[in-house]
């Protein structure tokens, strides 16, 4: 039966009562982003000093919808918003991969979680970037023009 799995699956993320307070009630919680959309520059690979390479390119979602619909018809002015995503690889292999196949263009699904970090720019501003640090990537096209 489906409900006993989906009451297990539940059960890790529910946090527990207790009766004394002293006790220490760790919860899981969930940090997981999916897009689909296209590649809009080809990635750089980039290393800091000291720590691991990181392959890092951008990904473009667009979510479209009218405005002015009728119920019997659908009239009205189509509009469109383009959302920017920063995508950085950091897993072996993965960022290699990311790193000579994913190209300008090319169509992508991008599993990952969101991360939000702070730097500090050549200027010695502060800084707030958001990125998606992805761990698996399907490649949906390739967008060459110049196949033979």
Do not use: C
């Amino acid at each position: 039966m489906l409900r006993k799995p989906v009451f297990q699956v539940l059960r890790q993320f529910v946090r527990p009562t207790s009766d004394t307070a002293n006790n220490l009630i760790l919860e899981r919680s969930l940090n997981r982003v999916q897009l689909l959309g296209r590649v809009g520059q080809d990635p750089v690979m980039r290393q800091a000093e000291g720590k691991n390479p990181v392959t890092i390119f951008s990904l473009a979602t667009n979510e479209m919808w009218r405005s002015g619909e009728s119920e019997t018809f659908q009239t009205g002015d189509v509009s469109q918003k383009t959302t920017w995503h920063r995508i950085s690889v950091f897993r072996p292999g993965l960022r290699e991969v990311a790193y000579q196949y994913v190209k300008k263009g090319a169509r992508v699904f991008v599993e990952g979680k969101v991360d939000y970090g702070e730097y500090t720019d050549k200027n010695n501003v502060r800084r707030q970037a958001t990125s998606i640090i992805a761990d698996n990537i399907i490649f949906l096209s390739d967008h060459s023009k110049d196949k033979v």
